[in-house]
């Protein structure tokens, strides 16, 4: 078993590469981890204490060292040892959070669920949206798989309440064509959702990549549908209720089809 000294340098590592990064969840699997339970329950189950993150949902802490745990744990719960493994396999369907007293890294149920089924975690960057503006359009060409994949994630993501995929090009380049999948879902919610959506398509990029780069970008419903995605006249694949920008971020999947970090 990796050593807490070792684990804590893969972790280091790991940041902003998203190699190392991936070889880290591939370790921490394995790994001894740590986390809370409540000094003194008097309940028939075994529980685990979870705090509320500033962004609104529930997180599990889990630990990569024993003195992080104590620390965090103070004189207010006890701390648990785990493998990683073990950990991921009790709390299916929990949000986890590894390190939060160091800005550590949140695991959302299905990266979770990815993580433990595949060995891979979907990696992603934030851009800004370029510069020197671009053209958008109806797609000449749809991966057979990425639909029905989206829309199957969508189901299970309540704050998303409108979905395209269009076509998208630099104006200096027009030639240098990508997809772009645009959620309609509030600003708090948008990084879960297209996390979700990132973790859906992996195993089909990573089975047959697709012939164009994917991207992501996002739209609050409050504020309309953007100009750029009514003007390529495409309609939703996707809709929960007339939602109708303002995304200055992309999530890009990176390079023909491969994950960005």
Known sequence: MISESELEERLERARGNPEADQEFFRLLLEAAVYAHVPISDDSAKFRLIQFRHPDGFDALPFFTSESKAAAAAGRS??????????????????????????????????????????????????????????WFGAPDYLPSWLIPALTQTLKRQSPVMSAYVIQTAPEANKNDVSLLIVLGVAPDQAERAVRACLTSMQPEIQRSPPELAIDLTVFDPAQGVPDFVTESCVEPFYRVQEASPHATVVWNSGPRGSRGS
Not at 100 to 118: F, H, I, R
Not at 119 to 133: E, S, T, V
Request: aromatic letters at 6%; charged letters at 20%; proline letters at 5%.
């Open 77 to 134: 719960a006890r701390v648990v040892t785990f493998t990683g493994r073990e950990l991921l396999e009790v709390t299916r369907g929990a949000t986890l959070m590894l390190n939060p007293n160091d800005g550590g890294a949140v695991l959302y149920p299905e990266e979770v669920e990815s993580l433990l089924t595949t060995g891979n975690i979907a990696q992603f960057r934030k851009d800004l949206w370029p510069d020197g503006g671009a």
